[in-house]
Every structure is written in structure tokens, then in C-alpha cells.
């Protein structure tokens, strides 16, 4: 340890004090944490015993944790996974032979939140490249600069000496910091907000403690020693106090009289503001007080958006900061511009089922989802080649252009006689069957949202009623290329929209093109008969 002593002297670096003049870190740690106007000492320990304190570390810690790490590789179509690349096997994996990734990743980013700063020692083999990822307590790490301007990390290990490290192997996940260098403790800094929390939390239960009221006098018609003073108290503390002895029958003898105390108005409403000091640790985290089970703001119609609020207001900044450390860190300079890290969020953006089959829907018949992608996003495997194929929209052409010329249809007399459907007749059909799908496609994703809102007892008797005058347009038209009459496709449409719009019959997103291709092949009979 004297070479690196040698060496960072050369850099102007000067030994810190020994116990003559300890750092506050060492202060805290020996006395507890700084005490509070509110009376309580603070430090990360005891902060986290703070139940909404606790919880919003949890919850961010163990979100940031819990999404997979990815390795990718860019490419000309875009990019890869390189699964086969050391650092996905460090990230997604296993950062060390005694941790998982996602333990890993979760006590770096509790630290984070409790000292503003998360460090790891990144090893290396001999070409430079990281092998593994070892964590170091932020209580004992400190990152410094030299007199000549080249960051170092110094770690005070509980047995050993001191160990510096360079900039370059230390992975340095950091909060909020005026000097960009190191974060600042988030503790310390709202040491008082916490510290209230955790008073009126104590004085709560010492409240309940003593019968959930403050308490009363004894009055007795004689005077009393000293001694017999104590016992009758001590007595009545021991028979009477704790919530498990409350509202028990006592014999008083010899006189003796209790007297109630009323609730002091100003402790019960110390009482009410338990709820309200949720809220500090919401600010503090910056995160949704729903999340925190705070759920004054929350209601059925909002908490999708509130979750999705949580993901871009509070985890994507965490989610950058770790992207960026672990780019610039973990690859090595000839890979940076190549590859690249990235923490999957898709999981936590994803909507109900209904809402999102319907996007897919839309993405689909736009033409820029093919099946693959949404196989991809709902985590199924490609069906090959065919899944690969994008959908032109017939009714959408680049603004400015003129209309395509198309060939005339042939007569059928000039189609082979093998009673296939010239193209253009199974074009039209096509576009009709999609026409119609749209359309239940509407209809079915208004009733399942309805019903998961609850509805009354004529909703089925007005939506199969609001179907048909969806339906019918579409329907009668394509009805009117096969000859089909008007009374025909009502006839259809009420078969098909009685049976399955009832109470209790179930149906869903993937319906629509089953009902629809009924549509479709009902009302082609008569024309290909």
C-alpha cells in the first residue's frame, strides 16, 4: 500500500486526519445519527426502520432491479442482443460468483438513495476487460481528486488499510451534486423532515401505549407518604396502562377517586398528520404517493396513468444514470461507439390487454407493426419469414401523388376455369373484411371497458342497438357488391349481434376478425354459387 501512498502524493494528495479530527461520517456512525429538532437521531439506518421512507427506497430500488439489463450491438437494421458479450453475463446475470444481478443492482440503488451515492469495483483481466463487479459501502468510499486534477476513489475498509482506487475501475451510480462528482447524502440532507416523520410515529405509539388517551389523577381524601404515593402509582401503572389493559374494571378503595384527562386537541390532530408526512417522502423521492399507499389522489379511472407517470418522472432518470455509468465504465474505448446497454421498460409501460390488443390493431393496419413486432412486445417467438410482412393501407396514398394507374378487371370469363377468385374480387373482399373487423373492434372494446366499470341492467339492450348502426354501413356496403339486399344484411347483423352482445358471453379482441370473416363469407354465397 506504500507504492499507491508514493504515488498519490506525487499527485499532491494529502492523508486525512485520524481520529483527532474525524470526518462526520464517523461522528454519526459513533453517535447514532444528528439529532433533529424533533428530538430523534437520524442516519440511514434508523431512517429506513421509517415505514414511507423504507417503502420508497424499496420500491425504486427494487423497480430499477427487477427490468432486465441488456446488452445490444448496433447494426444496420438497428440493433442486436449480444448475449454472448462478457458484460450482459456482469449485468443480467451474475456481477460476481456470491450475487445475482438483481441483488446487485438493488443494494446499489438502495445506497443511492440512502447516501447519494452507489460504488463498485469493477475487475479486470489482463487485456482490461471487466470480469466482475464487487460492491463497496458508500460509508467507507470517497471519491477525490488530486492537486493535479485526476479523480481517485478511496475506500476505508473496516480491517485492513485504506485502498485507492483509479476512476476508471470504480462503477459510480450518483444523486443530485452541485460538483457532478458525488451526490449529496440524502439523509443528512433532510434529516429534519424525516426526523418529524419518525417523532410523531413515536409519539403515536407511546400514545396508544398509555390506553390511546394521556392519561388521569387519582385523588384520595387523606394525604399520602411518599412511599405509598409510588406504590399506588406504581400500582395503577402496572394494572391499568398498555392498550392490551385498557377499559378493565378497577375496585377503588378507601375514597379513592380517578379523574380523566381529556384528549389535548393538539395531540389528536399530531395524530391526523401521520398520513401527511407520507407526502415528504414522496417529494423527496419524487415519486407518486400512490406508490407509497397514499391513495387520497388515486381512483380507478387514473392509477394507469399515475403508474405511468412513476415510470417516465421517476425511474427513467435512474434508469439514464445507470445506462451511462455502465457504457462508459464497462466497455472497453474500441466497443463504446459499437455497443451499448439499455434497461427494458416495456413491462412496466404496458397497458390492460384491451387497450393493448386495439394499439396493436392500429399499428397493424397502418403498416408499421408487423405480426413478429407484436409477437416480439407480448414476449412470443417469431412464426418465421411470413411474420415479417407489413400492411399497405389501400385508402392511403403519399399526399401530393396521383392515383396509381390499376390495370381494368378482367371479365371472369377470362380467369382460368379452375373457380378461383380473380384477384381484384379477393381484394375487395379483403378490404371489406377489414372494413368490418374496425368496426367490432369498436364494439368490442367499448363493452369489455364498460363492464370493467361496471354497468347497468339495459347497457346490453343499447349496445346491441349503438352495434348495429356501427355495423350496418359497412356491412350493406360490401352486401351490395355480392347482391345481397337490405334486408338480408339486418337479418345477419341481429343473428350475429344478438348472440353474442349478452350478458354473460365473453368475447374478445381476437373475435373481431372471426366475426367479420362470418360477415364476409355469409354474404358471399349467393354471388359465388
Not at 409519539?203 to 401505549?209: E, K, V
Not at 435512474?318 to 472497453?332: A, S
Request: net charge neutral.
Amino acid at each position: 500500500m506504500k507504492i499507491f501512498e508514493n504515488i498519490f502524493n506525487k499527485f499532491g494528495y494529502t492523508k486525512r486526519s485520524g481520529t483527532s479530527n474525524p470526518e462526520q461520517w464517523l461522528i454519526d456512525w459513533v453517535s447514532g445519527g444528528a439529532e433533529t429538532s424533533a428530538g430523534v437521531k437520524v442516519n440511514q439506518n434508523s431512517a429506513l426502520k421509517y415505514t414511507p421512507f423504507w417503502a420508497a427506497v424499496r420500491i425504486i430500488s427494487g423497480t430499477v432491479a427487477s427490468l432486465p439489463f441488456m446488452v445490444y450491438r448496433r447494426s444496420e437494421a438497428g440493433k442486436e442482443r449480444a448475449i454472448n458479450h462478457p458484460v450482459y453475463r456482469l449485468l443480467h446475470d451474475r456481477p460476481n460468483e456470491f450475487m445475482d444481478a438483481l441483488t446487485f443492482v438493488e443494494t446499489r440503488q438502495a445506497q443511492v438513495l440512502c447516501y447519494g451515492n452507489g460504488y463498485a469495483e469493477i475487475q479486470r483481466d489482463g487485456g482490461g476487460r471487466p470480469i466482475a463487479l464487487w460492491p463497496l459501502l458508500p460509508n467507507q468510499t470517497q471519491r477525490k481528486i488530486t492537486d493535479t486534477g485526476i479523480p481517485y476513489y478511496e475506500v476505508r475498509p473496516t480491517k485492513g488499510e485504506t485502498v485507492y482506487l483509479p476512476d476508471y475501475n470504480v462503477l459510480h451510480i450518483k444523486g443530485l451534486g452541485f460538483d457532478g462528482y458525488t451526490g449529496y447524502d440524502v439523509v443528512s440532507y433532510h434529516k429534519e423532515a424525516i426526523g418529524y416523520g419518525m417523532g410523531v410515529k413515536k409519539f403515536g405509539s407511546r400514545f396508544f401505549g398509555n390506553g390511546a388517551f394521556p392519561g388521569g389523577v387519582l385523588e384520595h381524601p387523606a394525604s399520602l407518604s411518599d412511599d405509598a404515593r409510588k406504590r399506588l402509582e406504581a400500582s395503577w401503572q402496572f394494572e391499568q396502562g398498555g392498550l392490551t389493559k385498557a377499559h378493565r374494571i378497577r375496585v377503588l378503595e378507601e375514597g379513592l377517586k380517578f379523574v380523566k384527562q381529556g384528549i389535548d386537541p393538539e395531540q389528536a390532530q399530531a395524530l391526523e398528520t401521520q398520513k401527511y408526512n407520507v407526502d415528504d417522502c414522496s417529494r423527496i423521492f419524487n415519486i407518486p404517493p400512490h406508490k407509497l399507499a397514499s391513495l387520497d389522489k388515486a381512483t380507478f379511472s387514473n392509477i394507469e396513468e399515475l403508474n405511468i407517470e412513476f415510470v417516465t418522472q421517476t425511474m427513467l432518470y435512474w434508469f439514464r444514470k445507470w445506462e451511462q455509468e455502465c457504457n462508459y465504465k464497462l466497455f472497453m474505448p474500441s466497443e463504446q461507439q459499437n455497443m451499448f446497454c439499455e434497461i427494458l421498460v416495456d413491462g412496466l409501460l404496458r397497458g390492460n390487454i384491451t387497450s393493448r390488443y386495439a394499439a396493436y390493431n392500429i399499428g397493424r393496419n397502418a403498416g408499421f407493426l408487423s405480426v413478429n413486432d407484436i409477437r416480439e412486445k407480448e414476449n412470443m417467438n417469431s412464426i418465421g419469414e411470413d411474420g415479417d410482412i407489413y400492411l399497405e393501407p389501400l385508402n392511403m396514398k403519399p399526399a401530393g401523388t396521383e392515383d396509381p394507374k390499376s390495370e381494368p378487371i378482367k371479365p371472369a370469363a377470362d380467369n382460368k376455369p379452375d373457380g378461383n377468385k380473380p384477384k381484384d374480387e379477393n381484394s375487395i373482399r379483403q378490404a371489406h373484411k377489414d372494413l368490418i373487423m374496425n368496426q367490432w373492434l369498436r364494439i368490442i372494446i367499448k363493452k369489455n371497458n364498460s363492464i370493467q366499470k361496471g354497468v347497468k341492467d339495459d347497457f346490453y339492450e343499447n349496445h346491441r342497438a349503438w352495434a348495429m348502426t356501427v355495423l350496418y354501413d359497412a356491412t350493406n356496403a360490401y352486401a351490395s357488391t355480392q347482391g345481397r339486399k337490405e334486408k338480408e344484411v339486418r337479418e345477419l347483423l341481429s343473428d350475429l349481434i344478438n348472440k353474442h352482445i349478452q350478458k354473460g358471453v365473453q368475447i374478445e379482441i381476437n373475435d373481431a376478425a372471426v366475426l367479420a370473416g362470418m360477415i364476409i363469407d355469409k354474404l358471399g354465397v349467393k354471388n359465388n354459387g
